[in-house]
């Protein structure tokens, strides 16, 4: 049954693709006859944890055109990936007898958290801890892997991209998340200097480099556009706004008149994939006539984070259609997408763009 619904999914969408590129003239048509861009959302973390060289690695060997770290910096002002600075969850740090007294409350963009957070830790002492599923109950098989991988740095994670791209003749690039820069400016670790200054060191200094800089925050970014040419990408939420509160909301940037203060400063968007399938908000519409790229994040096999047309039974922690749901999306006319399975993604990319040409 779910081949069936897939296949009606594909070829309706397909058809709502060619109508809506059709009506929106030549900036859609240009937008859309480039290929997808498959993500690496934290790495092939629907199969490893997240946020490791173990990760990173594995999304490379399925395909991935980018692999995506989320920016944190230590004490000593070193980028190191993390989903968050409160490393309670992703690390075995509360292993660690020596780091017992880190354990600390602060609050993180108007939320109070309790745990350990890197910017009270040497690079070298994060070096000492290990890695650990995020999300053991939906991922029980990523637990295999806990206390195999360190946390690795932006410059190894860099590494890993040209030494991949050099070895399999593919262009790997990486998607780094600023995370909570507002916090950190705050708190005496600002990033955009940083980033930007490690980033063309790296030989990555122009739109052309196979680098996308995103955030939740606006004045990150803005600043970011001042610094460099790297194409840089607004994330969005259907609810809520950025922490530095330089817009009432993200409603407000998703209006055409919002997405185009938006084109100012930026290459693109990345909202969350709810926002792409509402036809009341004809979000990629809007976008593309503004002159902006659209990456939505993020798609994910359990059934846990698919939308009931997608699922396959009760069990939160099956696979369901994920294709199915990424073929809608590249149908409404996305630019790219994040994926914890980058592999599923570039089978399903793949598939929709050979039925697109008719090969």
Do not use: C
Request: glycine letters at 8%; a negative charge.
């Amino acid at each position: 049954m779910r081949v069936v619904r897939s296949f009606f999914l594909f070829l309706t969408g397909l058809l709502a693709y060619s109508s809506a590129s059709a009506q929106n003239g030549a900036v859609m048509h240009s937008k859309q006859l480039s290929t997808p861009i498959v993500i690496a959302h934290r790495g092939a973390s629907g199969e490893r944890p997240e946020h490791t060289l173990g990760s990173y690695g594995l999304a490379i060997e399925q395909g991935a055109d980018f692999i995506e770290p989320d920016l944190v910096l230590t004490k000593d002002n070193v980028f190191v990936a993390r989903h968050e600075n409160n490393i309670a969850e992703t690390t075995d740090v509360a292993d660690h007898p020596e780091f017992a007294d880190r354990k600390t409350s602060k609050v993180i963009d108007g939320e109070t958290q309790t745990g350990w957070f890197t910017e009270d830790f040497t690079l070298a002492e994060l070096k000492t801890l290990r890695a650990k599923e995020r999300l053991p109950q939906l991922r029980p098989g990523n637990t295999d892997y806990d206390g195999r991988f360190e946390i690795p740095t932006l410059a190894e994670i860099i590494a890993l991209a040209k030494r991949a791209s050099a070895e399999t003749g593919r262009t790997i690039g990486i998607y780094p998340e600023t995370k909570h820069p507002s916090y950190f400016a705050s708190i005496g670790h600002p990033m955009e200097d940083r980033l930007v200054e490690q980033l063309h060191a790296a030989g990555w200094d122009s739109a052309d480099a196979p680098v996308f800089i995103q955030s939740f925050e606006v004045n990150n970014l803005k600043k970011l556009h001042d610094l460099t040419k790297i194409r840089l990408i607004q994330l969005m939420y259907e609810s809520g706004g950025p922490a530095d509160h330089a817009v009432p909301g993200y409603a407000a940037m998703m209006t055409p008149e919002g997405l185009r203060a938006v084109a100012a400063y930026a290459f693109g968007i990345g909202p969350n994939t709810g926002l792409v399938t509402d036809p009341k908000v004809d979000l990629v519409a809007h976008a593309h006539a503004a002159g902006l790229r659209v990456h939505p994040w993020t798609f994910r096999a359990e059934n846990y984070f698919l939308t009931p047309e997608f699922r396959n039974g009760d069990n939160p922690a099956a696979h369901g259609d994920i294709e199915g749901a990424i073929t809608e999306a590249l149908a409404i006319g996305v630019d790219g997408f994040f994926t914890d399975f980058p592999g599923k993604g570039v089978e399903a990319r793949d598939r929709f763009l050979r039925a697109r040409t008719g090969q």
